[in-house]
T-cell receptor, first 117, second 118 residues
Framework: GAVVSQHPSRVICKSGTSVKIECRSL??????MFWYRQFPKQSLMLMAT?????????EQGVEKDKFLINHASLTLSTLTVTSAHPEDSSFYIC?????????????FGAGTRLSVL | AQSVTQPDIHITVSEGASLELRCNYS??????LFWYVQSPGQGLQLLLK??????LVQGIKGFEAEFKRSQSSFNLRKPSVHWSDAAEYFC????????????????FGQGTILTVHP
């Protein structure tokens, strides 16, 4: 149980284009979803927290117009990297919480490797 | 603010040897603590967690961790390491307010890369 699916696993795009990453909770309703960014050989950096039906809360220093987050349903959140540039190349990971009796536990997707040319 | 420190960036052990990965946290109240494992190019898998109660917690894959409040530590252990345990390990703490209500956010340590020699 508590499976989180993230798609795509890898994406290569041209500079200036937008990329959408999906995060789905497959067997539970995710009341909260989180988006992280991970640079090579570094820890995870929280970008934003989203609750179903409300606007995402972004961490300090994260551009909300650059990284659009939508949490339209209890099982789906999307991260759109708008007008991507090479410096946006990174590993993006989502997580979800909301399993009954385990609301403080985050379950992670497998991550998306974004490469911007 | 909460912080998590993993003093060891990289640890190498032989297969079959015992393992201990260190984790120290800085937090005023009783923390909710986690250990996650990440294989290369993958997401994070939960190994174990501590919320309250017995300070020695058992996890998956034969791992255990002990919460020591006096030392602000939550070290991860395994008696006999397998080659498949080679990965990066992250200790994390959930952010809560003074009343213990969780904000749900995780603060991660820097990670410890485990290499296992045959």
């Amino acid at each position: 149980g508590a499976v989180v699916s993230q798609h795509p696993s890898r994406v290569i795009c041209k500079s200036g284009t937008s990329v959408k990453i999906e995060c789905r909770s497959l067997d539970f309703q995710a009341t909260t979803m989180f988006w992280y960014r991970q640079f090579p050989k570094q820890s995870l950096m929280l970008m934003a927290t989203s609750n179903e039906g409300s606007k995402a809360t972004y961490e300090q220093g994260v551009e909300k117009d650059k990284f659009l987050i939508n949490h339209a349903s209890l099982t789906l959140s999307t991260l759109t990297v708008t007008s991507a540039h090479p410096e946006d190349s990174s590993f993006y990971i989502c997580s979800a919480s909301g399993v009954p009796g385990a609301k403080n536990i985050q379950y992670f997707g497998a991550g998306t490797r974004l490469s911007v040319l | 603010a909460q912080s998590v420190t993993q003093p060891d960036i990289h640890i190498t052990v032989s297969e079959g040897a015992s393992l201990e990965l260190r984790c120290n946290y800085s937090y005023g109240a009783t923390p909710y603590l986690f250990w996650y494992v990440q294989s290369p190019g993958q997401g994070l898998q939960l190994l174990l967690k501590y919320f309250s109660g017995d300070t020695l917690v058992q996890g998956i894959k034969g791992f255990e961790a002990e919460f020591k409040r006096s030392q602000s530590s939550f070290n991860l252990r395994k008696p006999s390491v397998h080659w498949s345990d080679a990965a990066e390990y992250f200790c994390a703490v959930v952010t809560t307010n003074a009343g213990g209500t969780s904000y749900g956010k995780l603060t991660f340590g820097q990670g410890t890369i485990l290499t296992v020699h045959p």
